[in-house]
């Protein structure tokens, strides 16, 4: 692998402000941090300088990566009917290779504004897989699952198949979980299978909870029990699990998910375009419960920019609390980052020092909209980095962005590719 020395003048993660130091990088890890302007060793290539920021990479917690081949349907509607009338109707058109290339697209576009590993759901898993191998990233695909009976269980042996497939693969870089969509696309008795599927194949969950207010309402009506509570009553948070949204969990909720050490992703853009509401991130923090933030996927929120989604976790939370002490900075910042090696699974990410993987981002700090730097560290990140700003992005001791253009891949051919797929999907002019 590479040996790189990354320098700047401010290296901050979770942990700690740095200040001004070499990183230097080898076999995919961390192997020193030095004094800034060391000279570099034999064979190190140097990135950055004084004016740079050194920060570990963002990790979107929940998304659907290959939606970005259907940005923009059925905008402006709410979840259910967005679902039903525009997304489900196309991606049932949806071969694998559309979700090999929507995937590599959103990969593409997330490392270029400095996100480094990605939790995805969605179906076709392995072709979602291989982009996240092809683009140089970290992952954690999740084989999207719903339905019951007969043909659930001719799904789920298939991801299990997937799982198995990835087990190892790249080095431990990409790996594959399972994803029950939500318990109101699966029955308790699909749950419960899932639970024990996951178990047998030693794998973790990925699934959606407590999304909108309806959902919590069908499920008490149903089964008198909140979606967070059916989960539970599965299995599915005894086993290494990640779940998304949690806007409107209820009381008793809270501390089932804290002991339970689930990583919850706030998904604070798309949230809001589908008019779902504000999750509480700050109750969930103060509960215990691990924090991470997503962006969802790029056809129910803006974009995939997790500096865009940390800032809008940030204010959002200020704001519902009508408390401008917190979050504070550093809580958003550790929530993308710390708190999505947690979503991940991982304690090796997240995190700047010797043994830490090399997932890092090199950021310059010579735009006007960044002078004069906050007296907080953490507030020139949260407050005023753009994705524009990104120089360099390292994952797993390679460099996948170099001087704001991805390593190895085709821009190009890929517009190509994504647009000529889109507008087959869309029926119309892309």
């Known amino acids: 692998?590479?040996?790189?020395?990354?320098?700047?003048?401010?290296?901050?993660?979770?942990?700690?402000?740095?200040?001004?130091?070499?990183?230097?990088?080898?076999g995919g890890r961390v192997v020193a941090l030095e004094p800034f302007g060391t000279p570099a060793a034999a064979g190190e290539e140097v990135l950055g300088d004084g004016r740079s920021l050194l920060m570990p990479g963002l990790v979107n917690a929940h998304t659907h990566l290959a939606m970005t081949l259907l940005r923009g349907v059925g905008a402006d509607e709410p979840l259910e009917r967005w679902l039903e009338r525009h997304v489900w109707p196309r991606e049932r058109r949806m071969a694998p290779e559309d979700v090999y290339w929507g995937a590599l697209l959103g990969a593409v576009e997330g490392l270029m504004g400095g996100t480094t590993a990605f939790v995805d759901m969605y179906?076709?898993?392995?072709?979602?897989?291989?982009?996240?191998?092809?683009?140089?990233?970290?992952?954690?695909?999740?084989?999207?699952?719903?339905?019951?009976?007969?043909?659930?269980?001719?799904?789920?042996?298939?991801?299990g198949r997937t799982v198995a497939d990835w087990r190892g693969a790249v080095g431990g870089r990409v790996e594959v979980r399972l994803g029950p969509h939500a318990p109101y696309t699966c029955p308790p008795a699909s749950l419960r299978r899932t639970a024990r599927a996951a178990e047998e194949l030693g794998c973790g969950i990925h699934i959606h909870l407590a999304e909108t207010e309806g959902e919590v309402e069908r499920a008490l009506a149903e089964h008198g029990r909140t979606p967070v509570q059916l989960a539970a009553d599965a299995g599915l948070l005894d086993r290494p699990a990640q779940v998304a949204h949690v806007v409107w969990p209820r009381a008793e909720d809270l501390p089932l998910l804290a002991r339970t050490g689930v990583a919850v992703a706030h998904c604070p853009?798309?949230?809001?375009?589908?008019?779902s509401g504000i999750a509480p991130a700050l109750a969930l923090a103060d509960a215990g419960v691990r924090v991470a933030v997503g962006t969802d996927g790029p056809a129910s929120a803006p974009g995939l920019d997790m500096l865009d989604g940390l800032r809008l976790a940030w204010l959002l939370a200020k704001g519902a609390r009508r408390d401008p002490s917190r979050p504070t900075a550093r809580d958003a910042f550790a929530w993308a980052t710390r708190g999505g090696a947690q979503a991940l699974g991982?304690?090796?990410?997240?995190?700047?020092?010797?043994?830490?993987?090399?997932?890092?981002?090199?950021?310059?700090?010579?735009?006007?909209?960044?002078?004069?730097?906050?007296?907080?560290?953490?507030?020139?990140?949260?407050?005023?980095?753009?994705?524009?700003?990104?120089?360099?992005?390292?994952?797993?001791?390679?460099?996948?962005?170099?001087?704001?253009?991805?390593?190895?891949?085709?821009?190009?051919?890929?517009?190509?590719?994504?647009?000529?797929?889109?507008?087959?999907?869309?029926?119309?002019?892309?």
Not at 140 to 155: M, P, Q, R, W
Not at 269 to 275: D, E, F, K, P, T
Not at 402 to 430: F, I, N, Q, S, T
């Open 346 to 430: 991982r304690d090796d990410v997240g995190r700047i020092a010797p043994g830490a993987a090399a997932d890092l981002v090199l950021a310059r700090l010579d735009r006007p909209g960044l002078w004069p730097p906050p007296d907080d560290p953490y507030a020139v990140v949260v407050q005023g980095l753009r994705g524009q700003d990104v120089r360099a992005v390292v994952v797993d001791g390679r460099v996948r962005v170099r001087d704001g253009r991805p390593v190895g891949v085709d821009l190009d051919a890929l517009r190509r590719e994504v647009m000529a797929r889109a507008r087959r999907l869309k029926g119309g002019a892309a």
């Open 1 to 26: 692998m590479e040996r790189l020395r990354l320098r700047a003048g401010m290296v901050l993660d979770a942990e700690a402000v740095l200040g001004a130091r070499d990183v230097v990088v080898a």
């Open 123 to 159: 179906f076709h898993a392995d072709a979602v897989a291989r982009a996240m191998r092809d683009a140089g990233v970290r992952a954690s695909v999740a084989v999207g699952l719903a339905g019951e009976g007969e043909a659930f269980e001719a799904a789920l042996e298939r991801a």
């Open 269 to 275: 853009a798309s949230n809001l375009q589908l008019g």
